[in-house]
């Protein structure tokens, strides 16, 4: 069973705020019906053991707040700056990329097909207890802490034996056929390397931390002696009357970094640097681990790819002094940098490999092998994992439901004006903060001492681990608020949306759905519609809206959307070509919609209800006793993120701040579930929990 976020926090200090949560991970994966039907023909919806249904669903899509999606690059912009980011574009670029999606044709702004169709996956695989495979594995996580507490950091006694900076060594990077290698320094009053105050610093070129232009810099120094200084509170090693190569018999390189702030203090940049000593040629070079060097390179930051670093493989440049940890026992190195306060990996295994948030998956939630409801509808391909090489059949697989762009009513035109003629806002869209572990992952206890993070042991074929992601991360519906904090201007950027209360339509079109099929996706479509109370699909008393676009946390992008189902009979829509003076479509007898259509939804519910795991049920229910989805703790969290009749008071789903200080992260403060929020009965069932 995977392991349960915790259902409510008591402490009122430990409680976090966030305009998104998460509808947490199901317990198993359901299997979509099979076999699936070839892609060559029709498939009947009669006399057969699986019926088929071939049709459309008709659309309205309204918009309940804001809404955006960005203006369409023109090819010759894209071939310019299409690698441009917003903030570096002409100002004329700027405003034409502002505007709302439009219709080259028309000048009239349209919904991308493509962008329902990714809300709708979303929601369907939500509902249906598909996989969670839509997760980037390419982005590993390091955390900037060689210097900090353990005890006031959450992030766990594993990272203990990297912290000191007394264990991190110097040397200096070598490089063969069989990879990089490290050889260390010479050892002096049990040191490698010692440091340098910026105040006492007088050579020719050097750019200290706060100079214009300032970058790290390598420059061959001598020192005339070292002593450690019972002044400083970590007793450290510092090198004196530092001067050219020319001037002393001792001789290092002296090493700056980056000037990243050192204190709360504005004005407080970093004030010492490093010397590296010689080489000891007397020990042989440290091999450095391979994979730590593929995950190193993987996640530089913008300043590493920057002079004198390299932009694809940062501080690895043979002769460059480096700064590592060994523990002394391991064949290579797994931790290094280029300074003594270099970024360390979350790293489970202590070997310097970097997880990725794919790795607190649960491995049964992502096997590529298994193919799900989600799969079913919208098609796949699939790339072979190490461990899973896929039968041809199995790699690829088109979708049998086709989107249509959602066009604005004619009678919105001129509404729509209004908000085409105002002048594009500036908005701050920021990237998710992944290291934010006490949001992402699941976390059984609030307090800070016993939080999970991405050095925790990741779940496996045979073990639980001690944490996994999360689940599916939404956004709570708000009143829209588009504020820019100050000092921001790197992130802004600028749009002009469309009001609320505009009307698109548009058309989703199916082919050879099952009665499952069809039926997850109308569970979905129902609820934001008049249809969700004749179908059960959620409570009488509310009301939810999807969220589409740019701008969801801070209230923008809440759409709903009302349907009607058209079923399409094959061999009367190819019987002639035309009816009366129309295209013969097969829809014209629609007296079975409605009925096909309440059979579709109650077949998808108990199919869903006899395949997930009885963990996934309430406590206080068995499988005889339920009867709908709704009635599931996981569709409750997914119902009261989408609820937008009765919203959360505003201070609970805003971010939260860093200014004033101290920032409100610092205390690293746990997310509630969606239904802690809300205030609705958690009838999860947890690990203790067997029945």
């Known amino acids: 069973m995977n392991l349960k976020h915790i259902s409510k926090i008591e402490d009122l200090n430990r409680i976090a705020v966030a305009p998104y949560n998460f509808v947490e991970l199901p317990a198993k994966v359901v299997e979509a019906e099979q076999p699936l039907p070839s892609g060559n023909r029709y498939h009947p919806h009669e006399k057969v053991e699986l019926p088929r249904h071939t049709g459309r669903i008709e659309c309205t899509l309204t918009t309940k707040s804001k809404l955006y999606t960005r203006c369409g690059w023109s090819p010759e912009d894209f071939a310019k700056y299409g690698d441009t980011s917003f903030k570096d574009l002409p100002d004329e670029l700027q405003q034409k990329r502002a505007n709302f999606f439009i219709n080259p044709a028309t000048q009239q702004p349209i919904i991308p097909g493509s962008s329902i169709r990714g809300m709708l996956r979303t929601l369907v695989e939500i509902v249906s207890f598909s996989k969670i495979e839509r997760v980037s594995d390419n982005q590993r996580l390091f955390f900037r802490a060689v210097t900090s507490n353990p005890k006031k950091e959450s992030w766990g006694e594993e990272y203990k034996q990297y912290v000191s900076p007394k264990k991190v060594e110097a040397g200096y990077l070598k490089k063969d056929n069989q990879g990089w290698y490290i050889q260390p320094a010479k050892i002096i009053e049990k040191a490698t390397f010692a440091w340098v105050r910026q105040a006492d610093i007088s050579l020719p070129g050097f750019i200290n931390f706060d100079d214009d232009g300032y970058e790290p810099q390598y420059i061959n120094v001598s020192y005339q002696n070292v002593a450690v200084d019972q002044t400083d509170r970590a007793k450290r090693l510092f090198a004196h009357n530092v001067e050219l190569p020319d001037t002393h018999l001792k001789k290092g390189v002296f090493v700056t970094s980056g000037n990243m702030k050192q204190k709360e203090d504005d004005n407080s940049l970093r004030c010492n640097h490093c010397i590296v000593f010689p080489e000891n040629e007397e020990v042989d070079p440290l091999p450095i681990d391979n994979i730590a060097i593929e995950h190193y390179r993987n996640a530089l930051t913008d300043f590493q790819k920057k002079l004198p670093f390299d932009k694809d493989w940062g501080v690895l440049e043979k002769g460059r002094p480096v700064f590592y940890y060994h523990d002394g026992k391991s064949e290579t190195v797994g931790f290094f940098g280029q300074s003594p306060n270099f970024r360390i990996p979350y790293s489970p295994e202590g070997n310097g490999h970097a997880t990725t948030v794919a790795d607190f998956i649960p491995p049964n939630l992502k096997k590529i092998v298994l193919i799900d409801l989600a799969d079913a509808i919208f098609g796949w391909v699939k790339q072979d994992s190490e461990n899973e090489k896929l039968p041809k059949d199995k790699k690829q697989r088109s979708g049998r439901v086709f989107i249509t762009d959602a066009i604005l009513e004619k009678s919105q035109i001129e509404k729509v004006k209004q908000s085409q003629q105002r002048q594009a806002q500036e908005i701050l869209l920021?990237?998710?903060?992944?290291?934010?572990?006490?949001?992402?992952?699941?976390?059984?206890?609030?307090?800070?001492?016993?939080?999970?993070?991405?050095?925790?042991?990741?779940?496996?074929?045979?073990?639980?681990?001690?944490?996994?992601?999360?689940?599916?991360?939404?956004?709570?519906?708000?009143?829209?608020?588009?504020?820019?904090?100050?000092?921001?201007?790197?992130?802004?950027?600028l749009i002009k949306p469309i009001d609320s209360e505009l009307q698109f339509t548009f058309d989703i079109y199916f082919e050879n759905l099952s009665k499952v099929e069809l039926g997850t996706f109308l569970w979905v479509l129902s609820l934001s519609s008049e249809k969700s109370q004749t179908l059960g699909t959620c409570k009488s008393d509310e009301k939810y809206c999807f969220s589409l676009g740019m701008g969801k946390p801070l209230g923008m992008g809440a759409v709903k959307i009302d349907y009607n189902l058209h079923l399409s009979k094959r061999n009367e829509r190819y019987s002639r070509l035309f009816n009366d003076a129309q295209w013969k479509t097969g829809e014209e007898d629609q007296s079975q919609t409605a009925k096909e259509e309440e059979e579709s939804v109650k077949t998808f519910e108990e199919y869903v209800l006899d395949r997930i795991c009885c963990q996934d049920y309430p406590i206080n229910k068995s499988r005889e006793q339920l009867q709908h989805l709704k009635e599931l703790p996981r569709i409750e969290m997914l119902l009261a993120m989408l609820q937008c009749n009765k919203i959360p008071d505003v201070d609970k789903t805003r971010y939260m701040r860093i200014e004033p200080k101290p920032s409100e992260y610092a205390e690293r403060r746990v997310l509630p579930t969606p239904l802690d929020i809300r205030g609705i009965p958690d009838n999860r069932r947890f690990p203790d929990i067997n029945h």
Not at 440 to 463: F, M, W
């Open 430 to 493: 920021s990237s998710p903060k992944l290291t934010t572990f006490q949001h992402y992952l699941v976390q059984p206890d609030a307090d800070k001492s016993n939080l999970k993070h991405y050095a925790s042991k990741p779940p496996t074929e045979t073990e639980a681990g001690e944490t996994v992601i999360r689940g599916h991360k939404l956004y709570w519906h708000k009143p829209c608020k588009i504020e820019v904090p100050k000092n921001s201007d790197t992130q802004t950027s």
